[in-house]
């Protein structure tokens, strides 16, 4: 069966620090990979999706960026932390055929700037 | 972006009690989704629905798509301590779109 995780769960950084989060799917091949960022009380807002090795698209400016180094890893980064980047972000994968919108979610990571 | 209206933004229910929201848009759809988030963790997936007038179960959950492809319902019959938590809507174009229209989400609270 798959499996997504993210790492690490929670995370406490000052502004200007860099931030790297993780996340790897398991069981199957060729995913698309999404991140969301969800701030306190509210919806999901999508930042990045990627339907390949390298090939990422972005949703909205922002001071974060991903990358895409295997099939089932996705990394969010960031080189110098905002306050407005505090929130939990969450990691999701799709099958590559039939795009129906179907999600699976990872755990999440809260990150907290200070 | 483009959001859903999601419908109520918090329920205060008596365990037993049914449950019902809503979300509606002003664009049409081609899958409506239902996902259930608890505390601290990510969005689980409980009803996809494919076709306009689609009615779907998954045990007490009850969803449909509506006939106009802009709105869809989720009912809870008997609802039970474990369904608390934030219910989310959600909207997908379709064919090569990979955005998902999302729901702020009703969250679901239990009366003491």
């Known amino acids: 069966s798959q499996t997504i995780h993210q790492w690490p769960a929670t995370l406490v950084q000052p502004v200007g620090s860099p931030l790297s989060l993780e996340c790897t799917v398991e069981g199957t091949s060729n995913p698309n990979l999404y991140w969301y960022r969800q701030a306190a009380g509210r919806g999901l807002q999508l930042l990045f999706y990627?339907?390949?090795?390298?090939?990422i698209s972005s949703e909205v400016p922002q001071n974060l960026s991903a990358s895409r180094p295997q099939d089932r890893q996705f990394i969010l980064s960031s080189k110098k932390l905002l306050l407005s980047d505090s929130g939990f972000y969450l990691c999701a994968w799709s099958p590559l055929a039939g795009n129906t919108g179907e999600l699976f979610f990872g755990e999440g990571s809260r990150l907290t700037v200070l | 972006g483009q959001q859903l209206n999601q419908s109520p933004q918090s329920m205060f229910i008596q365990e037993g009690e049914d449950v019902s929201m809503n979300c509606t848009s002003s664009?049409?759809?081609?899958?409506w989704l239902w996902y259930k988030q608890d505390p601290g963790e990510g969005p689980v997936l409980l009803i996809a629905l494919y076709k306009a007038g689609e009615l779907t179960s998954n045990g007490r959950l009850t969803a449909q798509f509506g006939i106009t492809r802009k709105d869809s319902f989720l009912n809870i019959s008997a609802s039970i301590p474990s369904d608390v938590g934030i219910y989310f809507c959600a909207g997908h174009p379709g064919d090569s779109n990979y955005q998902l229209i999302w729901g702020a989400g009703t969250k679901l609270i239990i009366k003491p």
């Open positions: 990627s339907v390949g090795i390298g090939q």
């Open positions: 664009s049409i759809f081609n899958t």
